[in-house]
């Protein structure tokens, strides 16, 4: 079974509107985090937002923010004010386990129109 | 700033050939992992590390083999590449947040 699912696999929003990009993910560990990496056209990798399972409060940088409802399971990815350079491919991801390894979900394509 | 460094960015490799695809951090973080990257199908974990010497299975593992002799560097092995091997993979080192290389194209003829 998957343990992150992202459930769009594309996504087309107009420049300047606000963007939710959804995550659940499925662990049993007490403690775990979640984390939001964009991947441009370059194919660099880069991290955006991180939220660890016992922060209470949801987890915000710069025009990201994460919108973390643990009893449902959800780690959404909020971007605010979109602009053109947010067209990437977004993954979110979770560090669990034995290890802290960190598992990927599948992606979300997004672009911004102009 | 993090530095992970894979050794090559674009290889080819024809079916059969043993291929050794390395990464080292400069950090001396002890956690490293390697994934391959295919489309629709995301990041997928083959193995990690947490410490020189130590090696976890990921999901999927099938194929691969890696080693860890010194802190600063993990290989990935690919025994016997296969056409299906062929892919992006991704190094990465962590603390917290994972810190990624700039992949390796790898195509298996």
């Known amino acids: 079974a998957q343990k992150i699912t992202q459930t769009q696999p594309g996504m087309f929003v107009q420049e300047k509107e606000a963007v939710t990009l959804d995550c659940t993910y499925d662990?049993?560990?007490?403690?775990?985090?979640l984390f939001w990496y964009k991947q441009p056209s370059s194919g660099e990798m880069i991290f955006l937002i991180y939220q660890g399972s016992y922060d209470e409060q949801n987890a915000t940088e710069g025009r990201y923010s994460l919108n973390f409802q643990k009893a449902r399971k959800s780690a959404n990815l909020v971007i605010s004010a979109s602009q053109l350079g947010d067209s990437a491919m977004y993954f979110c991801a979770m560090r669990e386990g034995r290890g802290d390894k960190i598992i990927f979900g599948k992606g979300t394509r997004l672009h911004i129109l102009p | 700033d993090v530095k992970v460094t894979q050794s090559s960015r674009y290889l080819v490799k024809r079916t059969g050939e043993k291929v050794f695809l390395e990464c080292v951090q400069d950090?001396?973080?002890?956690?490293m992992f390697w994934y391959r990257q295919d489309p629709g199908l995301g990041l997928r974990l083959i193995y990690f590390s947490y410490d020189v010497k130590m090696k976890e299975k990921g999901d999927i593992p099938e194929g691969y083999s890696v080693s860890r002799e010194k802190k600063e560097r993990f290989s990935l092995i690919l025994e016997s590449a296969s056409t299906n091997q062929t892919s992006m993979y991704l190094c990465?080192?962590?603390?917290?947040?994972?810190?990624f290389g700039q992949g390796t194209r790898l195509t298996v003829v």
């Open positions: 990465a080192t962590r603390v917290a947040e994972a810190f």
């Open positions: 950090m001396d973080h002890e956690n």
């Open positions: 662990t049993s560990d007490q403690s775990y985090g």
